[in-house]
């Protein structure tokens, strides 16, 4: 079935400078990802999608990159906030992608923002 | 802004004990879901719900779980008899069900402690 990792568990940044968190997934069909973002005691809040026929798509201060060729996408964080301190994790629909689907996730990586 | 809202917050109960978790999705979603986090891993798909029946479920989602929309606003989740290893966060979602989308917006989870 597919698997979906992150790289890092743990991710610590200094406040004002970019991150990026990486996610490598198993099942070369999957044509559709999302990045979610859990603050500590909340439920996962969606932060931006992407799917198989772009590589790139910018939110505001956020960008994810797909690379299908190593099967590898990125979340990238401009000018990290306190705020932005969170477990990210990337998720893949289980199946067709449609809305009934429901979504594989990563195991997340912790961002710590440094002041 | 309109968001799942879930009940209890926290719920305590003794092995073998039935509980509800309930949860009132977006008013015009047209998905619902529950999945859930054991402390310190990612979040796993439970099931899904789409006119009125579900659609998927995983191998989590034995005959000891049930879910059910009682009426045009509540969609819950039943455990009959609740095992240690039941002890979870469980987290209600709904989604629009957008064609080829499956973002779905998560509540703030139920804190299930089985004793």
């Known amino acids: 079935g597919e698997s979906v990792g992150l790289h890092l568990p743990t991710l610590s940044v200094q406040e004002g400078d970019n991150s990026i968190i990486n996610c490598a997934y198993s099942n070369s069909a999957s044509d559709y990802f999302i990045w979610y973002k859990q603050e500590s005691g909340k439920g996962p809040q969606f932060i931006i999608d992407?799917?198989?026929?772009?590589d790139k798509r910018q939110g505001q201060r956020v960008t994810v990159l797909l690379n299908k060729t190593v099967k590898h996408l990125s979340l990238q964080i401009a000018a990290t906030q306190p705020g932005d301190s969170a477990v990210y994790f990337c998720?893949?629909?289980?199946?067709?992608?449609?809305?009934?689907?429901?979504?594989?996730f990563g195991k997340g990586t912790h961002l710590i923002i440094q002041p | 802004e309109p968001e799942v809202t879930q009940t209890p917050s926290h719920q305590v109960t003794q092995m073998g004990q039935e509980v509800i978790l309930r949860c009132v999705p977006i008013s015009n979603h047209l998905y619902f879901y529950w999945y859930r986090q054991i402390l310190g891993q990612k979040v796993e798909f439970l099931v899904s719900?789409?006119?009125?029946?579900?659609?998927?479920k995983s191998e989590i989602f034995d005959d000891q779980f049930s879910v059910e929309r009682p009426d045009g606003s509540n969609f819950t989740l039943k455990i009959r008899s609740t095992k240690l290893e039941d002890s979870a966060m469980y987290f209600c979602?709904?989604?629009?069900?957008?064609?080829?989308?499956?973002?779905?917006?998560f509540g703030p989870g139920t804190r299930l402690t089985v004793l």
């Open positions: 992407i799917r198989s026929n772009m």
């Open positions: 979602a709904s989604g629009p069900g957008l064609a080829g989308s499956s973002i779905v917006f």
């Open positions: 998720a893949v629909p289980m199946y067709s992608g449609g809305g009934a689907d429901g979504l594989t």
């Open positions: 719900f789409y006119n009125n029946e579900i659609s998927e």
